[in-house]
């Protein structure tokens, strides 16, 4: 099939789609923020509608809402799990530009959610909608699930899809996200991990003591360290009692097909400023970790004076979130469970852990037929093969979209290594926007052929 | 002496002088607020001169005031070290009442700064104006020396008494602070902890990294709590290397004395809801630990995404602030470059120490006659003898005052074990006010005999 006119069609349209994008940008979509998210999810759904999507709202109180948009028919139906919501902004002074007043520099539009997920779910969209204008009627059904909820861990998602088994009825899984590696090669993930949140509090006193009283009051920031310090190496390694016990090892095969894909150490450090990866790990062993080591992350911590200057007083609280990326086949709920048993072990009962959301690891085969498909379609564009990767470092629901039908599932999208997702200066290339529309075009027809 | 007249004017005045306090406490002389604390300054100037001071402000760019008052003359010269500023009130929704309106509720007076240390600050001078009133002149010569960055460990005040000797030529040293135990007992304190007030930074990337990278990227978070599981173990022992070196062994005189001195242990716990000291220490190695045990302390601690629901970030920075007590002959500086080494020692040459402030301990003689001078005094009001204490848990700047001339120190006042401060809810009993200002009276003639 010649895509000549689809491709004309798609790079006439950039300029208009940024527009739009910047225009999606604009509502500060931040999790818990239940107002703004759903007018996330009422612009999401007339995107959708305007793309001639058919499109059902469904809500639960206090719940950003599911934006399901169906279009397309054909023998092959393709679930595009994607969300509206977007991290919070926060550190605010660290943006270069406001980050709800989308701004181009550099042939990048900067924003928060621009990348993660706004751009890329809008590509699918704006690609589908130029299929149809530049070639004709979808020759797949593609069903949108866009939800509000997936920085959040998707809290809500899974009970809402139990209640509607036809929503996760399909033959495979576009993810969220997809990209470039840091040396442009694109990339296909075929699988994504998953996550436990928690916050552990701790109080020690009624209220804060004057510091004079160290000696015997106990310090709630020195109890939370004292418990962070047993559950952790400072080479990554977990020490949370039974954590490794469900890890599935990374097989033969996959650490060979592992060593067919370059790691660019020196970019990735680069794009961050690292001088060296946690726990001085390199080369093969770094790339290994990335993929298949859990984690576990402060991803924040909170107690006492935090202020200017100096204040002397022992804190009475402490606080601390952590996420917890897991591989396959970890259980976030058991997780839990040790994470539990760890701290009362260690006399830590007093510790309290609130559960903010959690989501299984889910791995589809690489050499899923859906991967050939979309490898197809990449090839076509950029002239070259896209690296196979096992799964995004990242979460998102795919559990609960692919494991009812065990559905493969692939990433197709144009996301970049410097694109900051979670951080400040969020971006996308517009080089690069084009390109994955061109993709995804292709990808409809290969995959309705598969 | 007879005193009739001096207590009948002291019970006629208190409904005057908690009014005066309350003025006093609606000014938020925070550490640092420079505005609030010349706001600060001049009410303490002013109400210095109305008491018939002869005041001299000594004022260096960006620092807050020293405010000089002297009243009185006669054999002896007692230096009255005071602050005008307070601790910050945040976290403001801890407190019952706003911090800057003063309240009354159970014959308490509640506000930041109420006790500590505009309550005993107002007293001294309050019982001094009222001895002039009904008895005659002051028969000391009392020098005020009112700074405004107590709470910040008086940062310039020792260069402004180096340029000023005349300022510590004295017989002897009346503390801030000073106040009754958990049963109601008078004490006498004769020496202050030291303090080093610190900052530990750290930063492992440029900006924060979405945490699916955690893996690879290091975590400012993790960083620090590795730095400060090596500072200290669970039971308060401060590992840091070197840290003991210089602490004085209490003496068996000073044990036999202190077991003299009854330890409420559990009023101590039930004022903060504490179920256990530090360590699990109890009894008389509480009381100790209490008083001769140098501390390390978490004021405040901070890094990555603090706020509401869950963000998954492998957080940039990381700050954690500390004060450590220091008991004689622990010199800050010293413990500032062990800080230092110990940190290098073990890797962590990353982490930056930001100083707050500093001060030396100093303990005078528990049997100096300024001592005697004020038993005699506070037993002819409480009608029992007061507890003498070698030191305060607490700092103040009374090596600045005292060390040049080897002053022997006291401190008489009726802050009490329940007051707050430095916390929210911070209070006076205005029960104890006119006592206070009782002993004090007692107290010019007592030590003008010695």
Chains 1, 2 share one sequence.
């Not at 919501?85 to 042939?107: K, S």
């Not at 984690?295 to 935090?306: E, L, P, Q, R, Y």
């Not at 096992?390 to 692919?402: I, L």
Request: hydrophobic share 35%; glycine share 8%.
């Amino acid at each position: 099939m010649a895509y000549d006119k689809f491709d004309k069609l798609v790079a006439e349209r950039t300029t208009q789609w940024t527009e739009e994008l910047s225009d999606y940008c604009r509502i500060p979509c931040e999790t818990a923020q239940l107002p703004e998210l759903k007018r996330g999810a009422a612009w999401t759904a007339d995107r959708l509608r305007k793309a001639g999507a058919k499109i059902e709202i469904i809500e639960k109180p206090g719940v950003a809402p599911l934006v399901v948009g169906e279009m397309g028919s054909g023998p092959r139906t393709l679930i595009c799990v994607q969300h509206y919501d977007v991290q919070p902004a926060a550190p605010l002074e660290l943006w270069t530009t406001p980050p709800y007043e989308p701004a181009i520099r550099d042939n990048k539009l900067f924003a928060r959610g621009v990348s993660d997920n706004k751009g890329q779910f809008l590509i699918r969209v704006q690609a589908a909608e130029a299929y149809q204008d530049a070639i004709g009627p979808l020759p797949i059904k593609i069903r949108f699930l866009v939800e509000g909820e997936e920085e959040s861990s998707s809290r809500h998602f899974n009970s809402m899809l139990q209640e509607r088994p036809d929503l996760t009825a399909g033959d495979g899984s576009l993810q969220e996200g997809g990209g470039l590696d840091a040396q442009d090669r694109p990339t296909l993930i075929c699988g994504v991990r998953g996550i436990l949140y928690v916050e552990l509090s701790v109080r020690t006193l009624n209220y804060d003591a004057h510091s004079g009283g160290a000696s015997l009051y106990e310090n709630a920031a020195w109890r939370l360290v004292e418990a962070l310090a047993t559950m952790r190496k400072p080479d990554g390694t977990v020490t949370i009692d039974g954590f490794y016990d469900d890890v599935r090892k990374p097989t033969d095969k996959q650490l060979a097909r592992l060593k067919t894909v370059p790691f660019e150490e020196a970019k990735l450090k680069a794009i961050y400023g690292a001088t060296r990866f946690v726990g001085g790990k390199t080369g093969g062993d770094a790339q290994v970790a990335q993929l298949f080591a859990p984690t576990c992350n402060i991803a924040g911590i909170w107690s006492g004076w935090t202020g200017d200057d100096a204040k002397t007083i022992t804190p009475a609280e402490a606080h601390v979130k952590i996420d917890m990326r897991l591989v396959p086949d970890q259980d976030p709920e058991k997780v839990e469970r040790q994470l539990r048993a760890h701290l009362d072990k260690r006399g830590f009962n007093d510790i309290l852990i609130k559960n903010w959301g959690s989501e299984h690891p889910y791995w589809g085969p690489v050499d899923a037929p859906i991967v050939d498909a979309a490898e197809r379609a990449s090839t076509a564009v950029y002239g070259s093969k896209p690296l196979r990767l096992f799964s995004s470092p990242g979460t998102a629901p795919q559990y609960q979209v692919c494991n009812p039908h065990k559905l493969p599932m692939v990433a197709i999208g144009y996301s970049h290594p410097d694109a900051r997702v979670h951080a400040p200066d969020e971006n996308v290339r517009l080089d690069l926007m084009p390109k994955a529309a061109m993709v995804l075009g292709r990808f409809f027809d290969e995959f309705s052929r598969t």
